[in-house]
């Protein structure tokens, strides 16, 4: 018996990197998964590589999550093929990294709405299924970036945003039986952060290296990091907990 045998979890941005660690764990432990990706043949692809109990289906579906007929139609979708709605996290993100005086219009209304709106679309969606079902699970994905980092004004701003609207939905979904919690990873080994090297100039495993020796367990993270924390904080386990942002990071937001 796995921890999520009969539940049904949406993770967005789940064709690669963390997203398909989570979507991977989740399956691991019997839940149904479908993942959501602007590219829908990456989400099918990788949908198709989830290693799912008996049982248990999955699907890969294409959606803008900055556009509320995408988000509503994906929700709809899950409901109908896999036959309910119990889990969300919202992971889809993009950078635009840049210092503020180069910094456009366009790199900064990109990285909110797939961060922040992307998250309230989602949410929106979701919690019309959850309120009425009396349970869900909200997990939403900041970064240790809400604490501010350089060239990151845009990405700062919606990561510590997240965790403020994690915060609020904590407070107004509660009563319903919906715990809303956030994750906010360190430095975790995927493409994003090896382009991230890429655009500093420095060679993936130096630039791994470099994070690794900035915080206190002396490694970076990997996917499966947050995925042990989702499928924590996805479960009937953490019932009583709701609001919060964990920190996954190595220690390097407190050394």
């Given at each position: ?10 993770i967005t941005g789940a064709a690669r990197g ?126 240790t970036s809400a604490e501010g980092n350089r ?105």
């Amino acid at each position: 018996m796995g921890r999520f045998d009969g539940r049904v979890a949406v993770i967005t941005g789940a064709a690669r990197g963390i997203g398909f660690g989570v979507a991977t764990r989740f399956a691991e432990e019997g839940a149904s998964v479908a993942i959501i990706d602007l590219d829908e043949a990456a989400a099918a692809e990788a949908a198709a590589k989830l290693p799912l109990a008996e049982g248990a289906k999955s699907v890969g579906i294409g959606a803008n999550v900055a556009k509320a007929e995408d988000t509503e139609a994906a929700v709809a979708r899950v409901v109908e093929e896999l036959g309910g709605l119990h889990i969300l996290m919202n992971n889809a993100g993009i950078t635009r990294d840049n210092l503020l005086f180069k910094m456009t219009e366009e790199d900064w209304d990109l990285v909110m709405g797939v961060h922040l709106k992307g998250h309230f679309l989602m949410s929106k969606a979701a919690q019309a299924i959850f309120v009425k079902q009396k349970y869900g699970k909200i997990i939403n994905v900041s970064s240790t970036s809400a604490e501010g980092n350089r060239g990151q004004a845009n990405y700062s701003a919606a990561k510590m945003g997240i965790q403020g609207f994690t915060k609020t939905l904590a407070i107004e979904l509660g009563p319903y039986g919906v715990n809303v919690n956030a994750i906010a990873p360190g430095f975790i080994a995927t493409e994003m952060t090896d382009q991230t090297a890429a655009r500093l100039g420095l060679d993936v495993d130096e630039f791994r290296k470099l994070s690794a020796e900035a915080n206190p367990v002396r490694r970076v993270g990997e996917p499966a990091d947050i995925a042990a924390a989702a499928a924590f904080l996805a479960s009937d386990e953490a019932s009583y907990i709701t609001g919060q942002t964990l920190y996954v990071d190595g220690g390097a937001t407190v050394a």
